[in-house]
T-cell receptor, first 110, second 119 residues
């Protein structure tokens, strides 16, 4: 099955730093989604992007739908300890099939 | 607002045992899904149900069966568990599976997961 390439695989950052992660695919997607998974919990939707070039914010989180429709980016500004978790991207294909990235594990050092 | 509820949260099985993972959603969603999550593999779709009364195979269906009992409930059954089925299982639901202009209706909401170990 198709997997999205998510990078970096893991990040260790100092509290207060900004974070950037991205997701790329060889296929075009109609929708990009970003989820966060806390330890021991299921993924929770953070941001949904519906149009190429779209830039959407949710508090300290900002995500962009790449112009080529083959990639997406998530930025977290001024990280805090509760940002710790695994961040997943998901792409919705033309046939409305969901494909998930392999995740970016974020550790925030106080 | 419970959302998607999975039971049990943890389970340990011996090879060859059977069990059923339960999932229920209270959002009146039409579509439901079962995924497994393994380290470094992300989420992989096992089975999905586009609507009540229908089920279809996903990426990794072998060794599993599903039942869409009603609109709310979607169960996953392991008939003869194998160590390779040790994983974290997630159920998800969305308003609908495909089609339409409002893609927001396709967004999936996840349960908290079932952690399964097969010895």
């Amino acid at each position: 099955g198709q997997q999205l390439n998510q990078s970096p695989q893991s990040m260790f950052i100092q509290e207060g730093e900004d974070v950037s992660m991205n997701c790329t695919s060889s296929s075009i997607f109609n929708t990009w989604l970003w989820y966060k998974q806390d330890p021991g919990e299921g993924p929770v939707l953070l941001i949904a992007l519906y149009k190429a070039g779209e830039l959407t914010s949710n508090g300290r989180l900002t995500a962009q739908f790449g112009i080529t429709r083959k990639d997406s980016f998530l930025n977290i500004s001024a990280s805090i300890p509760s940002d710790v978790g695994i961040y997943f991207c998901a792409g919705v294909h033309t046939g409305n099939q969901f494909y998930f990235g392999t995740g970016t594990s974020l550790t925030v050092i106080p | 607002n419970a959302g998607v509820t999975q039971t049990p949260k943890f389970q340990v099985l011996k090879t060859g045992q059977s069990m059923t993972l339960q999932c229920a959603q209270d959002m009146n969603h039409n579509s439901m899904y079962w995924y497994r999550q393994d380290p470094g593999m992300g989420l992989r779709l096992i089975y999905y149900s586009a609507s009540e009364g229908t089920t279809d195979k996903g990426e990794v269906p072998n060794g599993y069966n599903v039942s869409r009992l009603n609109k709310r409930e979607f169960s996953l059954r392991l008939e003869s568990a194998a160590p390779s089925q040790t994983s974290v299982y997630f159920c998800a639901s969305s308003e609908r599976l495909t089609g339409g202009m409002n893609v927001a209706k396709n967004i999936q909401y996840f349960g908290a997961g079932t952690r399964l170990s097969v010895l």
